[in-house]
C-alpha cells in the first residue's frame, strides 16, 4: 500500500512539475496542467473549469505513478522468464500509459501524433530495458565472481 502511495506521489509530482514546465514555454503567462490545443484539452476547456481540470490532471498524473509502479512488480515475478515479464510489461505499459496519455492531453487524437507517440515509446522503451538489462548482467557477474572467490 505504501508503495502505491509513494508511486502516486510521484507520479503527481513529475506531472506538476513538467505541466509548470510546459506552461512556462507554452502558456503565454498562463498555467495549463493540460496543453489547451489537445483533443482532451480542448474537450475539458470547453466544459470543466480550473479546479476540475486541475483535479483531473492530478488523478491521471496519479494513475501514471501507479502504473508504473505496478509494471515494476511483473520483474518480481522469479517464475517467469525475462522474455515473458519483458513482453507483459511492454503490453502492460503501452496498454496502460496510452489511455492514460490521451486522457492527459499529451498529443491530438490524429493519426501522425498516435504513430509517433507508439514509435517514441517502443524507442525509449528499447532503450530502458537494454540499460537495465546491461546493468543487472553485470552486477548478477559481480555477485558470481564474489561467489567463486568465496570457494
Known amino acids: 500500500m505504501r508503495g502505491i502511495l509513494r508511486s502516486s506521489m510521484l507520479g503527481i509530482m513529475i506531472g506538476l512539475g513538467l505541466s509548470l514546465i ?36 492530478i488523478i491521471l498524473w496519479a494513475l501514471v505513478g501507479i502504473l508504473f509502479f505496478v509494471g515494476g512488480l511483473l520483474y518480481e515475478r522469479t517464475e517467469w522468464s525475462l522474455w515473458k515479464i519483458t513482453i507483459v510489461h511492454f503490453i502492460l505499459m503501452l496498454g496502460g500509459f496510452f489511455p492514460l496519455a490521451i486522457l492527459a492531453g499529451w498529443f491530438p487524437l490524429k493519426v501522425a501524433p498516435i504513430v509517433s507517440f507508439v514509435v517514441l515509446y517502443i524507442i525509449i522503451y528499447s532503450i530502458i530495458w537494454l540499460i537495465q538489462y546491461q546493468r543487472n548482467k553485470k552486477y548478477v557477474a559481480e555477485i558470481n565472481r564474489a561467489l567463486n572467490q568465496r570457494r
Open 22 to 57: 510546459f506552461s512556462f514555454i507554452f502558456g503565454h503567462d498562463h498555467y495549463y496542467p493540460q496543453s489547451p490545443v489537445s483533443t482532451m484539452g480542448q474537450i475539458y476547456y470547453a466544459h470543466l473549469n480550473e479546479p476540475m481540470i486541475m483535479l483531473i490532471s
